[in-house]
Nanobody, 119 residues
Framework: QVQLVESGGGLVQAGGSLRLSCLAS????????MGWFRQAPGKEREFVGS????????YSADSVKGRFTISRDNAKNTVYLQMNSLKPEDTAVYYC????????????WGQGTQVTVSS
């Protein structure tokens, strides 16, 4: 079992920055691929990006490339989402998730943290 707790959300003006954290507890954090998703009101959950145990990263949404950076600290069981140059359309609940390497199903989810970007 892996438990995930996000933190760091809040209200920020457009152009500002936030860093989200996801603390994992449970077994073998370093064995999991960690991902970030977001869900805006009235929209489906969107994959933001992921990071492998070794630190390799990938991003899905073109809208976040060059602005968002994912990193992880396996010693602290924590994954981060650094968000810069935030836009009002980045407003969403952001979720941390974990899956085993080689598996496509995101098995573990955090409760989410709200990010609101004002114009």
């Amino acid at each position: 079992q892996v438990q995930l707790v996000e933190s760091g959300g809040g209200l920020v003006q457009a152009g500002g920055s936030l860093r989200l954290s996801c603390l994992a507890s449970g077994r073998a954090f370093s064995n999991y691929v960690m991902g970030w998703f977001r869900q805006a009101p009235g929209k489906e959950r969107e994959f933001v990006g992921s990071i492998t145990w070794s630190g390799g990263s990938s991003y899905s949404a073109d809208s976040v490339k060059g602005r968002f950076t994912i990193s992880r600290d396996n010693a602290k069981n924590t994954v981060y989402l650094q968000m810069n140059s935030l836009k009002p359309e980045d407003t969403a609940v952001y979720y941390c998730a974990a899956r085993s390497s080689g598996v496509t199903l995101w098995r573990y989810w955090g409760q989410g943290t709200q990010v609101t970007v004002s114009s």
